[in-house]
């Protein structure tokens, strides 16, 4: 591929990807582990040969997926978007692909400009595992209340202290209020589907959530608690952290 010069005017560019990340240990920049960051900076390196400051809309964890992740960043090089596009998905690995490259304005920032996000878990709900959803879902062999689990997650809904849903760590500090604007438990066939969108969502939140509801799915958190451990502000109440594989980032809103 021809590498055109570089020109002195910087562009915001603004880059949707998608990726699978069963193999990928997130998005941030880690020693010894391969990240999303990683494999995007070293493609766009072989196209631009330079490393720009990248901004990623929001860390995931390692397993995790994402349907639509977003990445800002000023670059100088006259390459067209639509060609930067292609040239990116020549040199990325398989399990990542950029969806779109548009220019935004120069105060546009992938992650301060976010104004929320969704998740989407995805739970295979079968005696049988489908090796297609092989670390794309969870395997839950549990009979499922679609409909209760559905009732159970409309009190995550509005402004509350998700500290019981929150993993502490480094990264949590001040503030653990959110504000759920929609929780939704969905079937398709035997693929359950939790859906949830807020303005910005604490450390292993969404996974915590679920698995909650699955613990009451299954008896072993009485049905009507979730009031309560919101209330008690404390990660002892709720259920287990669900694994990572069914977890993606849906969409990221602007």
């Known amino acids: ?37 990683e494999v995007f900076q070293d493609a766009l390196y072989e196209i631009i040969h330079e490393r720009p400051d990248i901004k990623g809309c929001s860390r ?33 690995p398989d399990d990542v692909a950029v969806l779109k490259v548009e220019d935004v304005p120069d105060d546009f920032h992938a992650r301060y400009s976010c104004k929320g996000k969704e998740y989407v878990y995805k739970v295979w709900n079968s005696r049988v595992r489908n090796p297609f959803l092989h670390q794309a879902a969870l395997h839950y062999r549990y ?9 159970e997650a409309q009190a995550f809904v509005g402004a509350h202290d998700f500290s019981s849903f929150c993993t502490l760590d480094k990264r949590e500090k001040g503030d653990f209020v959110r504000t759920v ?29 679920v698995g909650t509801l699955l613990a009451i799915n299954q008896g072993r958190i009485p049905a009507g608690s979730l009031e309560r451990i919101i209330a008690a502000e404390d990660r002892r109440n709720a259920g287990p952290t669900a694994p990572a594989c069914g977890l993606y980032l849906n969409r990221v809103f602007y």
Request: charged letters at 20%; glycine letters at 4%; a negative charge.
């Open 143 to 151: 009979e499922m209340d679609v409909e209760m689990l559905d009732r």
């Open 181 to 209: 604007q929609y929780f939704r438990v969905e079937r398709d066939g035997e693929l359950v589907t939790f859906t949830v969108a807020a303005d910005g969502f604490l450390y292993n939140m969404v996974r915590i959530m």
């Open 1 to 37: 591929m021809q590498h055109l010069s570089s020109s002195d005017s910087l562009r915001n560019l603004l880059l949707t990807i998608a990726y699978k990340g069963d193999r990928l240990h997130g998005w941030q920049i880690q020693e010894n582990a391969l990240t999303v960051q």
């Open 60 to 92: 995931t964890d390692s397993g995790v997926h994402a349907n639509m992740y977003c990445v800002s960043m000023r670059i100088a090089h006259p390459i067209t978007n639509d060609h930067l596009m292609l040239a990116m998905n020549r040199y990325l």
